[in-house]
């Protein structure tokens, strides 16, 4: 296995040398013009002229005037149901094979969202690339003999009607390559467990038998899976069972809110990289250490456009107006706050995946998520984003040396005057009126809209304190097939009533 590793090492460093003079502007200029033609002779494409905006000498420009935005129910009822229902060549040449079932955080029943075989080629593309990235870290040769620890969702897929079924981490996990399977843990036959508990605990019994390098997962899963083999074996950190563990590649959300309760669950500092898989594909990657932001994937099946994040652009239910201006990346500007609008190979047209970026680097197309354009609190005027309340969380921690790796809130009407109602998860017993004025101090100096709405219509904050393992239990209860739903940062009064119910039975 050490001569594998070396090899594996070569390899990485030969493409990263290869690929260091690559124009991310001018591959996705190639990536659109890709799949206008590769989709022409669609009922999509024949719809909205792509032969003619082919011939266009700015094609961007001509398919952002041509083609309408897309939200996932606009996508889904005039054009995905269609696949449903058995007819191809709708918004892709011939059919899916898969779909993926969404683990979003909005809505009542789960989406289902096109996979082609081009979009599973274009997430390995991106993969591998995130991998020849590591050529960029200091990493000793032999940690490319190493197992991966990949936790994600049941890879047993579920089949309706021609189709197979499941979350991305699941399909995608089902699609690993030959030659990584003997690295991959925890196998295809623990992976296949449909139930979470029964996955983690089997996990758990057998976590002696491998040499783990690498973590790749979303932060609380993997927190809960750590915790669980370190009860289960009675050691202090996970490094007495791992001691090869360097790296954890970490997805769906942002790390930061977990890290301080992640790294106790550590023997030693390890290398975390930031990544960006959505149902939709693989968006983004930390391509090097000296920066947490992600590198936009710009060769690999998706075409980006972006929105300035302005209040007069976005509807009162999160949507998109369809008078936004668009641009594209030879056009943004750094820490803008930007909604995201993708084209995929899969068939997913100018669509909205709900998710807003800033550019921290224009030129290396590199960016951080800001937050959800449905996460955007602004009942009374706040205009508050959930990269606002983070960095506010974080303060928090600082000042008074406690760990908040979960939260939630709504705006909610109290005796006719409207406050911003907090649910902290923390052990800490820290007063919850003195964190409810720091938090509030935080916000009005960190957003004038906040302020300002502070002074008028929003009467106050309230801060409630509950156990972090509540916001998994809520989770669980509400899980996906094999995996666990990722929290809701900002709740709509319903749900949100709904929350309160449950940790009032806790």
Request: net charge negative.
């Amino acid at each position: 296995m050490a001569i594998l590793g070396s090899i594996i090492k070569s390899a990485i460093d030969l493409k990263d040398t290869l690929s260091s003079d690559i124009n991310p502007i001018q591959e996705q200029e190639q990536v659109l013009a890709d799949m206008l033609n590769t989709a022409k002779d669609t009922a999509f494409g024949k719809y909205y002229g792509f032969s003619q905006l082919l011939e266009e000498e700015d094609q961007a420009a001509a398919f952002s005037k041509m083609v309408p935005y897309h939200d996932y129910n606009q996508m889904d009822s005039m054009w995905w149901d269609r696949i449903k229902h058995g007819l191809e060549d709708i918004t892709w040449p011939g059919k899916p094979h898969y779909f993926a079932l969404s683990s979003g955080t909005t809505g009542k029943t789960s989406k289902r969202i096109p996979v082609t075989e081009e979009m599973v080629a274009a997430i390995r593309s991106t993969s591998l690339a995130q991998v020849s990235a590591l050529a960029h870290y200091d990493l000793p040769t032999d940690f490319f003999d190493k197992e991966v620890m990949a936790l994600g969702s049941s890879t047993d897929l579920i089949e309706h009607d021609e189709f197979l079924e499941g979350e991305i981490s699941g399909i995608t996990a089902s699609n690993i390559p030959f030659w990584f399977k003997g690295f991959y843990k925890p196998g295809e036959d623990i992976a296949k467990i449909e139930n979470w508990d029964e996955r983690v605990k089997t996990i758990a019994e057998r976590a002696k038998n491998w040499d783990i390098g690498a973590l790749s997962g979303i932060p609380s899963w993997m927190e809960l899976m750590l915790k669980e083999v370190i009860a289960y074996h009675n050691v202090k950190n996970i490094h007495e069972i791992w001691p090869n563990l360097q790296v954890f590649t970490s997805g769906g959300v942002a790390f930061k809110p977990y890290e301080k309760s992640f790294r106790q669950l550590l023997g030693r500092n390890i290398t975390v990289i930031d990544t960006y898989l959505a149902s939709e594909g693989f968006m983004a990657y930390q391509s090097r250490p000296e920066t947490s932001s992600m590198k936009l994937s710009t060769n690999a099946g998706i075409y980006f456009e972006f929105v300035p994040f302005t209040p007069e652009y976005i509807n009162n239910d999160g949507s998109l107006s369809q008078d936004a201006t668009s641009l594209t990346l030879k056009e943004v500007e750094t820490d803008v706050d930007y909604v995201l609008i993708i084209s995929t190979v899969s068939g997913a047209w100018r669509y909205l995946i709900g998710d807003t970026i800033a550019f921290t680097d224009v030129e290396r197309a590199e960016i951080k998520i800001t937050g959800r354009t449905k996460f955007f609190l602004n009942v009374v005027g706040s205009q508050l984003s959930v990269n606002k309340m983070e960095v506010a969380l974080r303060e928090l921690e600082e000042q008074f040396d406690i760990e908040i790796p979960e939260f939630t809130l709504s705006a909610k009407k109290i005796d006719g005057e409207f406050y911003h109602c907090w649910y902290l998860g923390t052990t800490a017993t820290t007063n919850e009126s003195e964190l409810a004025e720091a938090l509030d101090k935080s916000l009005k100096e960190a957003n004038k809209n906040y302020k300002v709405a502070r002074g008028k219509s929003l009467k106050g904050v309230k801060v409630t304190t509950i156990d972090p393992n509540i916001f998994h239990e809520w989770s669980g209860q509400n899980k996906k097939k094999g995996g666990q739903v990722k929290m809701e940062k900002v709740m709509d009064e319903e749900k949100f009533e709904a929350f309160e119910a449950f940790v009032a039975k806790q």
